[in-house]
């Protein structure tokens, strides 16, 4: 007998009769797309991130694009980002026609590793991307230094981490540029969408023209002067984010505290009941952070193990948990062996982590029996392929 009857996924966005009243309202609107809402919601999302600036894009992997593009990433640069990351965090600099350079992870806590970065930084590196994995925020203070002292670039792809705090101050402000998802994975949900935070005025106009194919004005703005005229003065894209989806957001905005607050409590519940069990363990939380958690993830101890990750996996499948894999190191992606002559070897620690990582069903809905159900099916698998038992 499966421990639920049902799949218990993953994750899973909350909306509720305030978003979708937010969103008809909207759509009833004289503005579905460059109308006020865009500029509503940046607003409200610098204020919580504590920036200056806020630019609403079509989604994280945009944000990322824009947010590299703001920072001035070009051709010939390299950019040092994390292996155990989502690919568009790569991804994003190629397209501008700068290399990725992979950098490892801490073995405990799977966060980029400062030291591994400083290795790595060269005569061409124009920025370090900090991916705030699971949700919990990187070791900004160690990241700065090494940023500092070789003067460049320092990125967080804070897509996880959404109402975390470093050392007292909010995700989003840690960084020169962060970027931030609205997938229905991720804390917040506007369908698609994502968000770029910086203190740099400059760059926040740079960016708004960017996502707007690189014309000076939006047609908002030509209607308001009653004047047809623009110019294209770069190459831009169209990463517009529809006034709806930006009335979405500020409806959800409001309760990411809320949630945030939820998600601690899960992970807690989850830390308790596994801090017990020698075939797995939780990952390790610094002590200066307060933990978003998009993603609760555990590592699995093989050496304990009569089963690898893929069959633990297929197990708690079949007992209806919604377990994932986060993340396949970018660098062993084929298109990255490939294009960049990647492959194993280049981060041993996070392709070593790849291994017996698994991530458990994390999100603000999920009820405490759900969470306990996740936790009855660990015990019944991970005593199943127990080797101490054997
Ligand atoms: C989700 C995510 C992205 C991409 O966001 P999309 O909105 O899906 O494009 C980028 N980086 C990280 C770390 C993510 O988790």
Not at 61 to 69: D, G, N, R, S, V
Not at 149 to 167: E, F, Q, R
Not at 379 to 389: E, W
Request: net charge negative.
């Amino acid at each position: 007998m499966p421990t639920r009857s049902q799949l218990l996924p993953y994750a899973r966005q909350s909306v509720d009769e305030e978003d979708i009243q937010a969103v008809t309202d909207t759509l009833r609107s004289d503005w579905l797309t460059t109308g006020p809402k865009v500029g509503e919601f940046e607003k409200a999302f610098a204020s919580f991130t504590q920036s200056q600036e806020a630019v609403a894009v079509s989604n994280g992997t945009t944000a990322l694009h824009t947010a590299y593009f703001g920072a001035g990433i070009g051709p010939g640069d390299e950019v040092i980002v994390p292996a155990m990351t989502f690919a568009a965090t790569a991804n994003a600099a190629v397209y501008l026609g700068a290399t990725p350079v992979f950098a490892d992870c801490d073995p405990a806590t799977l966060l980029i590793d400062p030291g591994d970065v400083e290795k790595k930084v060269t005569e061409k590196t124009k920025a370090v991307v900090a991916v705030d994995y699971a949700g919990q925020p990187c070791d900004y203070a160690a990241l700065r230094a090494v940023t500092k002292k070789h003067d460049v670039m320092l990125i967080a792809d804070a897509c996880h981490a959404l109402g975390g705090t470093y050392k007292g101050n909010r995700v989003g402000s840690l960084a020169d540029f962060s970027t931030f998802s609205f997938h229905p994975a991720k804390t917040l949900a506007t369908g698609e969408g994502g968000m770029i935070t910086t203190n740099d005025t400059e760059a926040a106009g740079r960016m708004r023209h960017f996502r707007n194919h690189g014309i000076t004005t939006d047609h908002r703005e030509r209607q308001e002067k009653g004047s047809w005229f623009y110019e294209m003065t770069t190459l831009g894209n169209n990463y517009r984010l529809t006034d709806f989806q930006c009335a979405l957001g500020i409806s959800q905005l409001k309760k990411v505290p809320v949630w945030t607050k939820r998600r601690q409590e899960l992970a807690k519940r989850y830390d308790e009941a596994f801090a017990a069990i020698e075939e797995a363990a939780s990952l390790r939380v610094r002590p200066d952070v307060s933990h978003a958690y998009h993603l609760y993830v555990l590592q699995l101890n093989l050496e304990h193990l009569t089963a690898d990750r893929n069959s633990i996996y297929q197990a708690l499948r079949a007992e209806n948990i919604g377990v994932n894999v986060h993340y396949i190191p970018v660098h062993l992606h084929p298109y990255y062996r490939k294009t960049f002559r990647t492959g194993p070897g280049r981060c041993p620690v996070s392709e070593a982590a790849f291994e017996r990582i698994l991530s458990l069903p994390m999100f603000a809905a999920m009820t405490d029996a759900d969470c306990d159900s996740v936790i009855q099916a660990m015990q019944k698998v991970l005593s199943y392929y127990s080797a101490d038992h054997a």
